[in-house]
């Protein structure tokens, strides 16, 4: 993770920094935030740092777990995130455990990240209460997430909560080309969460989906010109419409609208699915959701634009 890529967590690195350096920093970390402010590079750049020999501010980059690290084949390092179904489920976290249960391969400090946490299974989520509570000596565990609130009781307990920080117009802006009308647009938008932005404005063919999508979810109009975008787009559309909502979809109905749109994008994956009839009934269901969410303004603002 570039410091100069994510300006916003800078301050928040160096306290994490600070608290590894000293041996202060616990074995469970919660890191939240929205979808687009850098929760998963973050805790990525920080399992780098944990494993890593050197004592820079940053990985090295030179020593052998570094280099391991580069070409993704780290035996120390161990992400969890969501299957093709949305969940992590309990086989994942037992087999962590198993891993977790033998000796580091070199020797020291193992990591775990655990992307999109709030998607794992009670089951999954109990049976990692066990290692949360009784971590192996040298492992560190970091878990992501969009809300703290998302997740068990029993797992915010067991882990140190850092909440990121929520960059301000002028960083968005100043991270993405100012100039460009699409790109202050979509930051304004998107809740200015910055990923998401640069994401869209690295597929130029998202971006009249995109807008036309997070209009409609504001004001409900057009939605015949946004299904004929949405289905010129195809199947994929679906899973682009998810980032979307994760990113920005009002808090008081987000889950039932993700829900919907991964429904619906692992329907489309099926042979002979009716396009143009999934993308309709997809927006008539979401219709209700975002009405609701329109006549309760005091739950339905995202919430990090507080």
């Given at each position: 993770m570039s410091l100069e890529r994510y300006p916003w967590l800078a301050p928040l690195w160096q306290q994490l920094l600070g608290q590894l350096r000293q041996g202060r920093l616990p074995q469970g970390l919660l890191l939240t935030g929205p979808t687009g402010v850098g929760k998963v590079a973050l805790a990525r750049q920080l399992a780098q740092r944990w494993l890593c020999k050197g004592d820079d501010e940053l990985p090295c980059g030179r020593c052998q777990s570094c280099q391991l690290w580069a070409a993704g084949t780290h035996p120390d390092f161990r992400l969890l995130k969501p299957e093709d179904n949305g969940r992590i489920g309990i086989d994942e976290v037992?087999?962590?455990?198993?891993?977790?249960?033998?000796?580091?391969?070199l020797g020291g400090r193992r990591v775990v990240v655990i992307e999109n946490a709030a998607q794992m299974t009670d089951n999954a989520a109990n049976a990692l209460l066990k290692t949360l509570e009784e971590p192996p000596s040298g492992t560190l565990l970091?878990?992501?997430?969009?809300?703290?609130?998302?997740?068990?009781?029993?797992?915010?307990?067991?882990?140190?909560?850092?909440?990121?920080?929520?960059?301000?117009?002028?960083?968005?802006?100043?991270?993405?080309?100012?100039?460009?009308?699409?790109?202050v647009e979509?930051?304004?938008?998107c809740a200015h969460a910055p990923l998401m932005v640069l994401a869209l404005l690295a597929q130029p063919q998202w971006l009249p989906v995109a807008t036309a999508f997070l209009q409609w979810r504001r004001d409900g109009r057009h939605s015949g010109a946004l299904a004929e975008l949405l289905i010129k787009q195809g199947p994929a559309v679906a899973a682009m419409l998810w980032q979307l909502a994760a990113a920005e979809w009002p808090l008081a109905t987000r889950g039932a609208a993700l829900e919907l749109l991964a429904r619906t994008a692992a329907a489309l994956q099926l042979p002979g699915r009716n396009l143009s009839l999934a993308i309709h009934q997809l927006l008539a269901d979401l219709a209700p959701l975002r009405q609701?969410?329109?006549?309760?303004?005091?739950?339905?603002?995202?919430?990090w634009v507080r």
């Open positions: 037992r087999s962590l455990q198993q891993q977790l249960a033998t000796t580091a391969y970091l878990l992501t997430a969009a809300r703290r609130e998302s997740l068990l009781a029993t797992i915010i307990s067991r882990c140190q909560h850092w909440p990121l920080p929520h960059p301000d117009s002028g960083a968005v802006l100043a991270l993405i080309d100012a100039t460009t009308a699409e790109g979509l930051s304004a938008l609701r969410s329109a006549t309760h303004p005091a739950t339905g603002v995202s919430p």
